[in-house]
């Protein structure tokens, strides 16, 4: 999701008729494309879906107005509509869930009664929740990667605040590009949780190779002296240099090889060649 905040025009008006709602299960999220008309622009839609979803607040219909609330962050990131989105799943007693949309408002350019909105609903979720859960900081090199808490997606990205749960709970960072790490966090309310900080390895694919040179020769690889006449490694996907040493039947030469990714076959054979 895209860091945006446009004008903050949030509900706050509305919060309080939302206090004594029960909690059922929401129903499925229609596909958001589906809610915005045609040549509407996305965000147009979304703002247009989110004030639907204030008036069924009002209706009390709140399992409704989460659906428009999360119909229009799919379309567009409306700093408001995050937080409709946290405050229904508060009021609908969801807290855990609520928790990473309230945070999340708390980066938007709010004023200082919004603010304090928006914190005490955030408290609100703490108070609820600390018998059996702790906030704990998640931070990721480079920055901007998806959050899965026991294998559960976060709806933003680092870094983030999470509620992990007391006992042993994982953590896996995740950005393209990058191998995806996992953290255990290990805690209870005597022992807190300590912050997560990760810093991700790229993602280079690789593949098994096999080179064959010629009989005597050395076998070097991008430079680096590898083996003698057959070689068995790996090397990541892409174009590389294989050079054969001199031999007393041949000269030295070169061949540049094109690595393939599994389950292609990669092997190279220059042990016929003669120079």
């Known amino acids: 999701m895209r860091r945006m905040f446009p004008k903050f025009a949030v509900m706050f008006a509305m919060v309080a008729a939302c206090a004594a709602a029960v909690a059922p299960a929401v129903p499925a999220l229609a596909d958001a494309a589906d809610a915005a008309k045609a040549d509407e622009p996305a965000d147009r839609a979304a703002e247009r879906l989110n004030e639907e979803g204030k008036k069924l607040v009002v209706s009390g219909k709140y399992e409704e107005a989460l659906e428009k609330f999360r119909a229009a962050l799919k379309l567009f990131p409306l700093s408001n509509a995050i937080f409709n989105v946290g405050s229904m799943l508060?009021?609908?007693?969801?807290?855990?869930?609520?928790?990473?949309?309230?945070?999340?408002?708390?980066?938007?350019?709010?004023d200082p009664r919004q603010r304090e909105i928006v914190l005490q609903y955030r408290e609100n979720v703490i108070t609820q929740l600390k018998g059996t859960h702790a906030v704990i900081q998640v931070e990721s090199s480079p920055p901007g990667a998806q959050v899965a808490l026991n294998n559960k997606a976060l709806p933003f990205e680092t870094p983030m605040k999470v509620l992990v749960p007391f006992g042993a709970a994982d953590i896996t960072v995740s950005l393209p590009g990058f191998k995806a790490t996992t953290k255990v966090v290990t805690s209870s309310r005597a022992d807190p949780p300590k912050d997560v900080r990760v810093r991700l390895e790229r993602d280079d694919p690789d593949a098994a190779v096999t080179v064959f040179c010629p009989p005597g020769a050395d076998v070097f690889i991008d430079g680096q002296m590898v083996g003698v006449e057959q070689v068995r490694?790996?090397?990541?996907?892409?174009?590389?240099?294989?050079?054969?040493?001199?031999?007393?039947?041949?000269?030295?030469?070169?061949?540049?090889?094109?690595?393939?990714?599994?389950?292609?076959?990669?092997?190279?054979?220059?042990s016929t060649v003669k120079q």
């Open 90 to 110: 508060y009021t609908l007693k969801q807290y855990e869930e609520s928790f990473p949309y309230l945070d999340y408002t708390l980066r938007a350019p709010l």
């Open 233 to 270: 490694t790996r090397l990541l996907v892409g174009t590389h240099m294989v050079r054969c040493g001199k031999t007393a039947k041949n000269k030295a030469f070169e061949r540049e090889i094109q690595v393939r990714p599994a389950p292609q076959a990669n092997a190279f054979e220059f």
